[in-house]
């Protein structure tokens, strides 16, 4: 059985109550709570549907994310669609916050200590910090290059003296793996094409920050 259990021999409202109790003692995740009957009709509850017959009587929400939340809500201050942070993140870090490169970039958006210093982030492990830092970076090259997102993508990934030195995309397989990555989580999230990558991703600037 799953986290829920059983909750074997008791029927009824007693039945119900060992149900909504063992959800409550449950990890924080998420866990939908199945039930089936036993021997005799006695009501066994679980997390994972496995037996036969199993439906589901108690649906749990997902739990909250703070910092997708703060992406959802202050994106659009910055001028970015949510989702496009959303694929950078999955792209630089694997939404892991502790995540640390081999250059020496931390947290969910892969800051470098410099820039993150020059943003003003106090802590770039710190999840929203960390965003906060990110999404202004990437608002600000997506401002110095009119919109296109593909040089955006690569200057946040090599840096904009590279984009600046090639007059464009740089030749690195990294940056290129990068770009092409995220612009494919993005087109893939926003259910449109942007193989073209010299599109306009950027928002109104009505309150951008």
């Given at each position: ?56 009587v108690i649906r749990t929400e997902p739990p909250r994310v703070p910092w997708r ?141």
């Open positions: 059985m799953g986290r829920a259990g059983r909750a074997a021999g008791l029927g009824g409202r007693t039945g119900w109550a060992v149900a909504v109790a063992l959800l409550a003692l449950a990890p924080t995740a998420a866990a939908d709570v199945y039930r089936s009957d036993g021997p005799g009709g006695t009501p066994l509850f679980t997390d994972a549907p496995t037996a036969p017959g199993c439906r589901l939340e703060a992406v959802e809500r202050t994106a659009p201050r910055h001028g970015l669609d949510p989702l496009l942070v959303r694929a950078v993140i999955q792209v630089e870090s694997a939404e892991n916050p502790r995540a640390v490169s081999p250059k020496g970039a931390v947290g969910l958006m892969q800051l470098m200590p410099r820039t993150a210093r020059e943003l003003g982030v106090l802590d770039p492990y710190h999840p929203r910090d960390n965003v906060q830092g990110g999404m202004a970076y990437l608002a600000r090259l997506l401002d110095r290059y009119g919109g296109n997102l593909a040089l955006a993508l690569a200057a946040y990934n090599a840096g904009p003296a590279a984009v600046d030195r090639y007059g464009g995309v740089p030749p690195y397989p990294e940056t290129r793996r990068f770009v092409d990555r995220v612009l494919g989580l993005y087109r893939r999230a926003k259910g449109v094409d942007l193989r073209g990558a010299n599109v306009d991703t950027t928002q109104p600037d009505d309150g951008r920050e």
